[in-house]
C-alpha cells in the first residue's frame, strides 16, 4: 500500500500552503499517493483542479485521518491533531522555541513531528532550507512594502521639471532577509547602507553595493557563531551600535529592520528618539516583530505611525508573498521527504541517525525526542526528558533517559575596546 500524504488547508491567517501542482507530481513519482483538502491552495493562487492535475485527489478535511504523511505550514493546533492517528509523521514550520507544552501536546497524540526551520545549513540540506526561502521573499516584500507606504520616488529622477533625490535606504541586519533587501532596494534605485554584527557580512554588502556601517572593534570580530549566526552583543557593544546608529538613521528616508538571533527575542536596535530623527514622511519596516522587534514601537499585524515614522510591522511577510513562498516551501518539503524514500523499494521510512533528521525532529514515540526541548517539554508533562534511538516512521521509539543540551548559540562576547568605522 503506497503511503498517504495529506496537503491541510491552513487557517484564515495563513495564505500559504505545503504543496504546489509541481510538488504533487514530485511525490507521486516518489510513489506516494497524495491528497489535497478541498481549497488547500486558493490563497496561493492554486485552485484545486490544478492539484488535481499532477496527480493529487481533493479530499474533504475528515480524510487526514487516514494520512501517514501530513504537510503543513504552521503547527498544527491541538483541535486539528485531534483528528490525526497516532504514528502519523508530521511536516511544518514549528516555531518550537518557548512553545514547549505544545510539542508535549504533539508527543501525546503519538505524531512523528518535523520542525522544518531547525534543518541545519549544510550543503547537502540547501534546498530544504525554508528559513531561506521564506526570509529572502519577506526581504524583497520587505522593500516593497516601504515604497508603498513612502510618499516619494525611490530612484533619482532627473526630468524637464527638476530632479527628484534617490531615496535612503537602511538595512540592519545583513542575513538572508537583509541582503535580498538591499539587492531590491538597490534596484528599486535607493542609496542602500547596511549594518550587521557578524563580519562575514560586510564583504556581502558591499559585492551588492551598498555601504556597510558597524562597530568594527574586537568583540564584532568573534561575533558569528560556528554556525553562522549572531551572538548576542554585550551591552557596552550595543550602546555604541546605538550612538552609531542614530547619527546614520537620522539621514535616511527607510530603515528595514530583519535582526534575529536564534531561540532569543530579537534585538531592539531602533528607539522612539531615533525615530523622531528622521525626516516627515519616513518609513520603518520591522521584520522581527514577531519575535518582539527592533523597532521600538512596532506592532505586530499593523502599519503604525512612531514619533512621526510610519512603521511596518506586518506579520508573516512572506505570507503577503504567497504564491512564491508557497512554491519555495513545497520544493523544501520535498527535498527533505525525497531523503526518506528508498529509491528501490519505494519505501518511506525515517532514518533516526540522519543528521537532518537528528537536527529537526522534534517527537517521535510520544516522547520530545529533540535536545533542545525534551527537558522543558517533560516539565510541561511532568516527565523526565528522553532521547530516541533509530525508529522507523511512526513506530514508537526505544526511549532512554537523558539530560537535554544547553542551547546553542547562548553565549555572549565581551570585549569592549572600540574602534567604530564609518
Ligand atoms: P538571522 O535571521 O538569524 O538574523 C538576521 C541577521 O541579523 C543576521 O545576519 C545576524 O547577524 C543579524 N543580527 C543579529 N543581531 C544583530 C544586531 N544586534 N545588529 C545587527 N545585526 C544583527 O540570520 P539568517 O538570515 O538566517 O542568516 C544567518 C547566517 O546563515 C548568515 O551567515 C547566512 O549567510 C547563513 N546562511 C547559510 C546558509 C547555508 O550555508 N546553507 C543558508 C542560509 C543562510
Redesign the pocket.
Known sequence: MPKIVFVCREGSDEPRVSASPESVKRLSGLGLSILVESGAGLSSGVPDADFEATGARIAGPGEVGSADIILKVNRPTAAEMASYRPGAVVFAVMDPYGNEAALADMAKAGLTTFAMELMP???R??SM?V??SQ?NLAGYRAVIDASHEYGRAMPMMMTAAGTVPAAKVFV????????QAIATARRLGAVVSA????P??KE?VASLGAKFI?VEDEEFKA??TA????K??SEAY?AK?AALVAEHIAKQDIVIT?????GRP??K?VTRAMLASMKPGSVAVDLAVERGGNIEGSEKGKVADVEGVTVIGYANVAGRIAASASALYARNLFAFIETMVDKGTKEFAVNAEDELVKATMLTNGGEVVHPNFAAAAAAHAGEAPVVVTATPAGEPAAAKPTRARKKPDAETTGDAAAEETL
Do not use: F, H, K, W
Request: overall charge negative; aromatic content about 2%.
Open positions: 545549513r549544510i550543503t540540506a540547501q532550507d528559513l531561506s526570509a540592519m541586519g545583513a542575513g538572508v532577509a537583509g541582503l549594518t550587521d554584527v557578524r562575514a557580512a556581502q558597524a561575533a558569528e554556525a553562522g549566526y549572531a548576542p552583543m550595543q551600535q530583519t535582526a534575529l538571533i536564534p530579537a534585538p536596535l
